[in-house]
């Protein structure tokens, strides 16, 4: 069902009032340390579903597009799991096999304050498992007031954007004296499938809402908080998979304690635990197969984790130590509706603990700053017996079964990670920057318990069958970093270059399990297909490298330029010639800004090199270059009244993503296996009131 966008009129207007805030010029504030960048999404203009894509404004990041909702954040090359991605630092194992629901897919824009992003090597504190970085979403709580009385305030935002028709709408209550607050926050949105140059990316449109309730309580030092949030996604589409999503319920709970004193140690603790339910088909949204062809997957996760770490100041320096675990266990069961006899316990109680522990030392002194941290994972996997009605028809896939049951699936990883880096304030105005580390990362339940050919990959999107494999060895991570930190009167820039060898890196080869490769051949023979034989996720070793940096040059008090330049390479190191999978391509944006008074506006240009550094194991395919054009202001008409507005994609160029995804549903505009399309013209308008 399509929805009216806001009116064209009040784009114009609020494209065209003349006066804001400097603090308005971008479509994002980004804050900038040596450490981290926090994204602050409370002042976003952009009207998206997916809070992944605002990774893009932080130098190293992009996003896998799967779907409106379901972008998996990449940085410096690594994706999926590799990159800890966090919900006010609770960890969330997704339900869907295909990561349809991606942890940054529960972190709705309209409820929250930021996105930080740790940059380069993450501490080890902040993740149990960082190999491939770290983001944090923070949510919007309020703040305890000053005094006893009860102060009351909220904010309501509405949005609209037409490239499919899309709106938002939430709104946040909150109450708040100087030992209690409150927070009572709702939101719904939805949309349309989205347009290109040349027609309709199918299927697109999606639906979800939501809210959330927090409570949380002061005395002293002494604060805890407790919250709940719901989630609820409707028909949503995923084109770069073989399903679309039905339905994810999830219900996500937290309590957190912190004692924070000025002096002395402080000390934080949370209990966190989430219970999400997911049914996806081939279908309901697109172009359905014949009849025996029909697969629904009803998928489940339960999660539950805890955190409790100290920190103990020592001058200028401090001690951080602490331990942290976290369960997960998931289900997947596909289904035929028109066939009642039909299964394949796709995954069964597939399990995944981690229990570990860190100490970290932070050091500052006359010139220096430094960082030393050590962390220990012991990770158990395991995972119940599966069957399915293929393997009661097919002699190669009751072979796979038999061998998987017949398997010692407990499989228990000890896991070490080692963290050092070091500041040198070189001036006044920069820094010197060194970083070295060891990262691991033990198998997730997909790489090691797929035991038919599947696409369930985590999102990998590359249309290829895969099984698992049980004795996969954790992947090992050696990193460096180096780079420094300018701040001066008028130009900011801070460039990194980083090498990163990963051994034991877990990679899809040509499967050399005579069974997977028989039944995927026999099933193309039976049903007239023409899938590749399969691939298995096996160990390998890679390497990536290369170069990212952002920057910010004022040219005087009304105008400034800033930009981003990005650049990695992916490589297997081992005897096979090749490249990894999906990488994002090398790119640049610049952005021209403009501020007087409360008005603001914004000119961008984003370009991004060809990429023909592919994956031929993956059957990847090469990636032209393109450029685009997006504009956007805003304007503060009081206090509580805010506009913004803006068109991307100025130009309506006809470009295709590189990190896309490849086109699995049936479409007349775009052809099955071809790369997905970018979204054409878009206007958007927000518009945020604060009391």
């Keep these: 069902m399509r929805s009216a966008p806001i009116p064209a009129a009040l784009i114009l207007f609020t494209l065209t009032v003349a006066t804001v805030r400097a603090d308005h010029i971008e479509e994002l504030v980004v804050t900038a340390s040596h450490d981290t960048r926090t994204i602050d999404v409370s002042e976003g203009v952009a009207v998206s579903a997916d809070v992944a894509g605002l990774l893009r404004k932080a130098p190293g ?32 194992s997704p339900s869907g096999p295909n990561w349809m629901d991606p942890p940054l897919s529960y972190a709705a824009s309209g409820q929250l304050e930021s996105l930080e992003l740790y940059r380069g090597i993450a501490p080890v504190s902040v993740a149990q498992e960082s190999i491939g970085g770290a983001v944090d979403a923070h949510p919007l709580r309020g703040e305890f007031a000053a005094g006893d009385d009860v102060e009351v305030s909220g904010r309501v935002a509405g949005g609209a954007r037409s490239v499919d028709e ?32 040349g027609g309709d990316i199918l299927p697109t449109r999606y639906e979800r809402e939501g809210y959330d309730v927090g409570y949380g309580f002061r005395s002293g030092d002494h604060t805890l908080q407790l919250d709940y949030g719901y989630n609820d996604t409707g028909d949503s589409g995923t084109p770069a998979l073989p399903m679309d999503i039905e339905v994810i319920e999830g219900d996500l709970y937290r309590i957190g304690y912190r004692l924070d004193r000025a002096t002395g140690p402080q000390l934080e603790a949370t209990l966190f635990a989430s219970d999400l339910d997911h049914s996806m088909t081939n279908f309901h949204m697109r172009e359905s197969p014949p009849a025996p062809g029909w697969r629904r997957n009803t998928a489940s996760a339960d999660n539950l984790g805890f955190e409790l770490n100290a920190t103990l100041p020592d001058g200028d320096s401090a001690w951080h130590f ?34 570990g522990m860190f100490v970290e030392r932070r050091d500052t002194w006359e010139a220096w700053r430094t960082e030393f941290g050590a962390r220990y994972n012991r990770v158990e996997t395991d995972a119940d017996e599966v069957d399915g009605t293929p393997a009661m028809m097919m002699p190669p896939a009751a072979a796979l079964r038999d061998a998987f049951n017949a398997a010692d699936r407990s499989q228990t990883d000890d896991n070490f990670d080692l963290v050092a880096r070091g500041w040198y304030k070189l001036t006044g105005a920069t820094s010197l920057y060194l970083g070295a580390a060891r990262k691991t990362r033990s198998p997730s339940y997909q790489e090691r318990y797929l035991w038919l050919p599947l696409e369930s990959t985590g999102g990998l999107a590359d249309g290829n069958l895969y099984t698992g494999n049980i004795e996969l060895d954790p992947e090992v991570s050696h990193q460096l970093e180096f780079g420094l930190d300018y701040s001066g009167s008028a130009l900011t820039l801070s460039p990194r270059f980083f090498y990163n060898k990963v051994d034991d890196y877990i990679q899809g080869t040509p499967s050399e399990v005579a069974p997977a490769t028989m039944f995927v051949r026999m099933m193309n023979a039976s049903n007239g297909t023409a899938n590749p034989d399969p691939l298995q996720f096996n160990n390998v070793d890679a390497v990536l490298y290369g170069f990212d940096m952002d920057w910010a040059l004022t040219l005087d008090e009304q105008w400034s330029l800033s930009g981003l330049v990005n650049y990695v390479r992916g490589e297997r190191d081992d005897s096979s010639d090749d490249d990894l999978y999906r990488i994002a391509p090398p790119n640049a944006t610049v952005r021209l800004g403009y501020t007087r008074d409360r008005f603001g506006a914004q000119l961008e240009g984003t370009a991004y090199a060809e990429q023909d550094n592919v994956s031929e194991t993956n059957r990847e395919t090469a990636s032209d270059g393109y450029g685009v054009i997006n504009v956007m202001a805003t304007w503060r008409a009081s206090r509580q009244l805010h506009f ?13 993503p590189h990190l896309g995804g490849i086109n699995r549903a049936r479409n007349p505009d775009i052809a099955l296996r071809e790369r997905l399309p970018a979204e054409g013209i878009n206007a958007f308008a927000r518009v945020v009131y604060e009391f």
Aim: hydrophobic share 40%; charged share 20%.
């Design 644 to 656: 913004a507005a803006g068109v991307d994609n100025l130009l309506d160029k006809r470009y295709r």
């Design 61 to 92: 990041a992009d996003v896998n597009g799967n779907g409106p909702l379901s972008g998996i954040p990449q940085y410096r090359g690594m994706y999926g799991p590799r990159v800890a991605a966090s919900l006010d630092g609770t960890q969330l």
């Design 322 to 355: 602490g331990v942290d675990g976290f369960s997960s266990a998931n289900d997947s069961d596909i289904s035929n509706p028109n066939n009642p006899a039909f299964f394949v316990n796709n995954f069964n109680d597939a399990t995944r603990e981690v229990l």
């Design 166 to 197: 899309a709106w938002q709408l939430d709104g946040a209550l909150f109450a708040a004296n100087d030992r209690h607050r409150g927070k009572l926050a709702a939101r719904v949105e939805g949309g349309d499938d989205a347009a290109f140059p």
